[in-house]
Structures are given as structure tokens and as C-alpha cells.
């Protein structure tokens, strides 16, 4: 890989390592997911589920790219620092939990269990696919399999939904 310094500010920066809290040494995966939260209660405050789905395919398709000319700059396959795959992920996980802190709080960390665990075909995809696209591709995954276990245990299990608004 080239490497070719990008500064702070250039917008492949700012975007892959989500205004800067990728560069947060430790666990910076888990920094992003939390940076990503406001923003998608702000995404889905405005325009619901539709919206927040959106943002999430927009911010997929702009990550592409940035994080592929960051990783290229840093010399790197996929540096720690770049989170914008987190921050898609996140929001695809968000899509349809109520807008609740304590909702969004188990949507997160149901989100970073599958992230972590790289579930198949995330575990392949993460292993197989190089650049921006394999960067991205495997937390959009694990956000799709926590969208469907919180959609699961929210809506299916008897009471669920009941006790999690009350927590």
C-alpha cells in the first residue's frame, strides 16, 4: 500500500474516524458506536426508520470511499481508528428501536456483541474482501443481525417490550 499523509481535516479523515473519536486509543470501535448514538436519535427523531435506514446506506457508500483512501494513506488494511463502518452499522441496528435511551443502550451493545463475534458471512467477509468495501461490509452485517435480535426480542418474546420500557 501507498502511503501519503492526510491531514486531520480532509474530509476521508474526518469521515473514517468519525470526527476524530476513531482516534481514541482504547477500544475505538466501541467509541465510534457511541459517537454514532446522538446522531441517529437526531436522524430518527426527524425522519423515523426510513430515514435513519437511509443515513445508514449514505454513510455505507461515503465510508467506502473514505475509509479506503484512509486506510491507503496510514499503509494499513484496516486501521483501528476507522469507525465510520461502526457508525453504519450502528445506525442500521437503530432502524426501528423506539426512540428510548435505555432501547438504544441494549440496540448498542447487542450491535458491538455482533460486531466482535463477526458472525458468518461477517467473519468472511471481514477475512476475504480488501479496501473500503471489506472495511464496511462486515459491521453492515453485524448491524443487520442486531436490528433482527432486538426486533426479535422486543416485538416476539412475551412481555419483553413491556420490561424494556419500563427499565
Do not use: C
Not at 96 to 118: A, G, M
Amino acid at each position: 500500500m501507498s502511503q501519503t499523509k492526510l491531514s486531520f481535516f480532509h474530509p476521508a479523515s474526518l469521515i473514517s474516524t468519525w470526527f476524530g473519536s476513531g482516534l481514541i486509543k482504547f477500544a475505538p470501535g466501541t467509541w465510534g458506536s457511541l459517537a454514532a448514538l446522538p446522531f441517529a436519535w437526531v436522524i430518527s427523531s426527524y425522519t423515523g426508520s426510513i430515514g435513519l435506514i437511509i443515513a445508514s446506506l449514505i454513510a455505507y457508500g461515503v465510508g467506502i470511499w473514505a475509509s479506503g483512501q484512509y486506510s491507503t494513506a496510514l499503509g494499513k488494511e484496516d486501521p483501528g481508528a476507522v469507525v465510520i463502518d461502526e457508525v453504519a452499522g450502528q445506525w442500521l441496528a437503530l432502524a426501528f428501536v423506539p426512540l428510548n435511551p435505555t432501547l438504544y443502550l441494549i440496540s448498542f451493545l447487542i450491535f458491538r456483541f455482533f460486531d466482535i463475534v463477526k458472525v458468518f458471512p461477517a467473519n468472511w467477509l471481514d477475512r476475504n474482501i480488501k479496501g473500503g468495501l471489506g472495511i464496511m461490509s462486515d459491521d453492515m452485517v453485524a448491524g443487520l443481525y442486531a436490528l433482527i435480535t432486538f426486533y426479535l426480542l422486543y416485538e416476539f418474546i412475551p412481555y419483553t417490550s413491556e420490561i424494556l420500557q419500563r427499565i
